[in-house]
Each structure stands twice: as structure tokens, then as C-alpha cells.
């Protein structure tokens, strides 16, 4: 099958935050390509920039050196309003802390990045994903009535609404259990594989990134292939 997934390039990457006085260098020199409708594990230690860089691979951020093309788009020569529509109609982003809006429900929370929200196959395959994560009786339910595990299943079911072909999804199975998590990563596997998507996964789970094409780490702010 044709990969419809974008090339994800990385030149020398750039990014430091400021606290005060100081800045904090996350990325230095991050270099990096992954193909068409590749699977990448991102490990690294806890405040290596994991986080950042997937940040940075959706748009969301902009890095202070250095290019990252996306489908050969440099996101940097996007207006701000092309990069959200580019992460709108190609990028599903599984946050790390789930991110979803505490004042609408699952299923809204859910419909929310689709255009015609009010529709019916929109509301149709929003019901179809949460079966598939185990949640089909929670979609009237609140966020905060939830589990971090049930968060968690709700931020990839809607990561996915939007059928993307760019993955991005920070520790995707880090609240999950053992048999939870091995459902949800076969999900993704058959959603990625599905629709021939790129794959960015930041995990600790080595028995994850074990399963993807290849593993990337962050190590002292630069890219390593392992
Ligand atoms: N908005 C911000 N402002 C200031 N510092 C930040 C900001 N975001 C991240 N950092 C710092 O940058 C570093 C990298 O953060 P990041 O969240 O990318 O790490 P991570 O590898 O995802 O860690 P974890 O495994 O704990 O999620 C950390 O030291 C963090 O404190
Ligand atoms: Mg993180």
C-alpha cells in the first residue's frame, strides 16, 4: 500500500524555553527523518523534550532554529491560521495530559474537531471509536467523571475522529493496564496501518516501541537512532 502518511524532516532543531532570567535549552541541533507512513517510538528521559518535539512536528510550537518540514511543508512559512488548518484536515494529536474540554461531553469532546459536528456520520463514527477503546456507555458522561485511563482512551478516540495521517500521541498507554493498553496500541496500529499514516509514539513502554519501525531518542537535546 501507498504510504498517504507525510515525511516528517528535521534539521537541526532548536527550542529553549525561558524561566526569568534564564533560558532552557530542550533541543539542540535535533536532526532526524522519518518516511512516508513510518512508525516512530520517542524515548528518552523525563524532561528531555519529548513532549516539545512532538509540539513542534504538529505546528503547535515553532522551533527557534532550524526547519521542520512536514510533507515537505516548512511549517515555519505557514501563517499561524495554515498551520491549524494543516493540523485540522492531517494531525491527531493524543496529548499527554488528554487536554479535553471539561465542559462538554465525551461524545462533544469528541465531535469537536470534525467541521460538521452536527452530523449524523460525524456522530456515527465518534460512537464507532469509542466502542473500539471500551467507552461506548460513557459518551454522555463529563471528562472529570472519568478515570485517567478512561481520559485517556476518550483523547485517542478523538485524535483519530478526524481520520489524520500524521499520528502524534505523547505516552498513549501510560495510564492504561496491561490489557487496555495492548487494545488501544492495537487500535492505533490498525487505524495507522489503515490509512497508511505516519506514526510519532512517545512512550516509556519499551514493549511499545518495540512494535514501530524504528526508535528515536532524545538524548541531551539531539535525535539519536537506536
Ligand atoms: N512552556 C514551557 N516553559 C518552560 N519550560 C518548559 C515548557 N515546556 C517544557 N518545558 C521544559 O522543557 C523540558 C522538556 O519538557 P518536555 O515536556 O518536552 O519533556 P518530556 O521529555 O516530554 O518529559 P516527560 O517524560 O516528563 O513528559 C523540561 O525541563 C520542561 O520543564
Ligand atoms: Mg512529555
Do not use: C, W
Request: proline share 4%; charged share 25%; hydrophobic share 40%.
Amino acid at each position: 500500500m501507498n504510504p498517504k502518511g507525510p515525511s516528517i524532516e528535521l534539521i537541526d532543531v532548536d527550542k529553549s524555553y525561558r524561566e526569568g532570567e534564564r533560558t532552557h535549552a530542550v533541543l539542540r541541533g535535533a536532526s532526524a527523518v522519518v518516511r512516508a507512513g513510518e512508525r516512530v517510538a520517542i524515548l528518552g528521559p523525563s524532561g528531555s523534550g519529548k513532549s516539545t518535539l512532538l509540539n513542534l512536528v504538529s505546528g503547535i510550537d515553532l522551533p527557534d532554529s532550524g526547519t521542520i518540514r512536514v510533507g515537505g511543508r516548512d511549517l515555519a512559512t505557514l501563517s499561524e491560521r495554515d498551520r491549524t488548518l494543516f493540523r485540522r484536515s492531517h494531525v491527531g494529536f493524543v496529548f499527554q495530559f488528554f487536554n479535553l474540554l471539561p465542559t462538554l461531553t465525551v461524545l462533544e469532546n469528541l465531535l469537536l474537531p470534525l467541521e460538521l459536528t452536527g452530523s449524523e456520520r460525524g456522530r456515527e463514527r465518534a460512537l464507532a471509536l469509542l466502542a473500539s477503546v471500551g467507552l461506548e456507555d460513557r459518551a454522555a458522561a463529563f471528562p472529570d467523571r472519568l478515570s485517567g485511563g478512561e481520559q485517556q482512551r476518550v483523547a485517542i478516540a478523538r485524535a483519530l475522529i478526524h481520520g489524520p495521517d500524521l499520528l502524534l500521541a505523547d505516552e498513549p498507554t501510560g495510564n492504561l493496564d496491561q490489557d487496555t493498553g495492548e487494545r488501544v496500541v492495537e487500535l492505533l496500529e490498525a487505524l495507522v496501518r489503515d490509512a497508511g499514516a505516519t506514526l510519532m509514539v512517545v512512550t516509556h513502554s519499551r514493549e511499545l516501541a518495540g512494535r514501530m519501525d524504528r526508535i528515536l531518542t532524545v538524548d541531551h537535546g539531539k535525535l539519536v537512532e537506536v
